[in-house]
């Protein structure tokens, strides 16, 4: 058994690197990991932050270095691939806005120095999506990739002793080109699984290279593997990371859908026994992290650790552990379970839950066969429970924490007085000062408005508001069933929103705020 556990901030000293997508997380040897460049926000990022797994320490190392344009080192890029050998870290490609990469960087992280490395041979083409591995100590292999007009299923070999790449001349049955695959090198072979194919299918297939040790004397050539058990469902975007006798793959995306093609973002954990040569799901104790794709997983001794990633609409910045049941870690999650939102101060907080996202994609689904075929279908759902403020039990002891001293020794008058003060609490509250144990009453509280004003105009039951707000942007949060199907970037329009349907203090109107945002 398995155990996700969030990364306290206790975990570590130092900063560790803001959230992003697309960089890479490279070990050098057991003493750090190397986390590079990404996208944030479309912003495209050349940073170096390291871990030192020894002293539990992030760090920002001073550079030096020389590139052909003078620039200490690589530009902003991500999608690139990176490879440790030795005591040195290997970039090569990756995207920078809408141009693809073809230049070829190391960085010394004995004296954290960039070297722009002129090559010989065959020099691959500029490319994003590509994947590569190291072959022993001195070699890299890359394979495929997207190079802004096509597909790619090249293969190519760099010697890092003489910095001269060979392009693979393979015979027979080859893969179809792909990008955003991974590629990982199992003794004598290179597998690669997954990725985005030629015209656009995202594919669930595994490879075998051989042909890429010297001493072997093999023809070089691919086999497809088909192995028993739970296989992954097609996806790209994912990490494969070696781990003992076993590969570890994580998240990445898909599609799904009938009519409408959308996006479906993993945080499944599939493990590819070496021992057994069949597919396993990995057990998992507890609750994974949110679903992502383009974030890294770095194998660190009996544990594995997750940053960053993106699911099509957040970036995040959180990091996570994955560690066996008798691990330290572990015994956080199983002595002292986490609530249903966590309130870990220094973290990023972003959670998605995919109940909530397939909901939201049956309904677009089921617009679209309505559109396509000329008829009606209705989604029968729960309806909305509202609770008064007086059954709201944890908004009453929210909100009687804030009058304190102030209550009447009687306690008379005490809802209405904790009413009003809690209120007049979120009015005066930004975003970033709401902790998060405030957010499910902050919410239900929101409904609760919302409900009141249109049963206060029209007369009407708890299902004509549904019909009432349906085309409407604004109090676009009032169909949540809980808290926990907030994201981060919510809670500031949540807020707003709560704000302009607040009663205003000593005003004749008791909705003013409202009447004006939407009637």
Not at 202 to 218: V, Y
Not at 266 to 285: E, F, H, M, T
Request: charged share 20%; aromatic share 10%; hydrophobic share 35%.
């Amino acid at each position: 058994m398995h155990y996700w556990v969030r990364a306290f901030a206790s975990d570590f000293s130092g900063t560790p690197p803001q959230p992003r997508s697309g960089h890479t997380a490279v070990p050098i040897g057991k003493s750090k990991i190397v986390v590079f460049g990404g996208l944030l926000d479309k912003k495209f990022l050349s940073d170096i932050t390291v871990y030192d797994i020894e002293n539990k320490l992030w760090f920002q190392p001073e550079c030096i270095g020389n590139g052909s344009d003078g620039q200490v080192g690589p530009s902003p890029r991500a999608f690139h691939v990176a490879v440790a050998i030795d005591c040195h870290m290997f970039i090569f490609g990756g995207r920078s806005g809408n141009r693809r990469l073809g230049d070829f960087w190391v960085l010394d992280t004995d004296i954290w120095q960039w070297s722009e490395l002129t090559s010989f041979g065959d020099l691959p083409s500029s490319r994003d999506f590509s994947a590569a591995s190291a072959i022993g100590n001195r070699k890299i292999v890359m394979y495929g990739g997207w190079d802004g007009k096509k597909w790619l299923s090249d293969v190519y070999i760099l010697d890092t002793i003489s910095l001269e790449w060979m392009e693979l001349s393979v015979t027979g049955s080859l893969p179809p080109p792909r990008c955003g695959h991974t590629a990982t090198m199992v003794e004598k072979r290179l597998l690669v699984f997954g990725g985005r194919g030629g015209g656009g299918p995202i594919m669930s297939d595994l490879w075998a290279l051989k042909g890429l040790i010297e001493e072997e004397n093999e023809t070089p050539g691919w086999t497809q593997l088909k192995l028993p058990g739970q296989s992954p469902s097609p996806r790209c975007g994912h990490t494969v990371t070696s781990g003992g006798h076993y590969l570890l793959l994580f998240g990445g995306h898909g599609t799904g859908g009938w009519l409408s093609r959308y996006d479906i973002y993993y945080n499944d954990c599939i493990v590819l026994d070496r021992l057994s040569a069949q597919w396993k799901r990995l057990p998992i104790g507890n609750d994974p992290p949110a679903a992502r794709a383009y974030h890294s997983l770095t194998h660190i001794g009996s544990r594995y650790l997750l940053f960053g990633g993106f699911d099509g609409k957040l970036t995040y910045g959180d990091i996570w552990w994955l560690v066996p049941e008798g691990d330290p870690i572990a015994k956080r999650f199983i002595e002292s379970p986490p609530k249903d939102i966590p309130d870990n101060k220094g973290m990023a907080a972003e959670s998605i839950q995919s109940s909530f996202k397939e909901s939201r994609r049956e309904n677009d689904t089921i617009a679209e066969l309505q559109r396509a075929l000329g008829i009606s279908v209705s989604l029968s759902s729960p309806v909305l429970q509202i609770i008064d403020e007086s059954e709201d039990k944890e908004f009453i002891e929210l909100g009687s924490r804030f009058i304190g001293e102030r209550v009447p020794s009687n306690n008379q008058g005490l809802p209405n007085q904790t009413i009003e003060l809690l209120r007049d609490h979120w009015r005066r509250s930004t975003p970033s000062s709401i902790p998060l144990k405030e957010l499910g009453p902050l919410l239900r509280d929101y409904q609760r408005l919302i409900s009141r004003h249109h049963l206060a105009n029209s007369g009407s039951d708890f299902q004509s508001i549904d019909s009432w707000l349906s085309g409407k942007e604004a109090y676009k949060f009032y169909h949540l069933k809980n808290v926990s199907q907030l994201r981060m970037n919510d809670i500031p329009k949540l807020l707003a929103e709560y704000k302009k349907i607040l009663p205003e203090q000593n005003a004749s109107g008791p909705r003013a705020g409202f009447e004006e945002q939407v009637l």
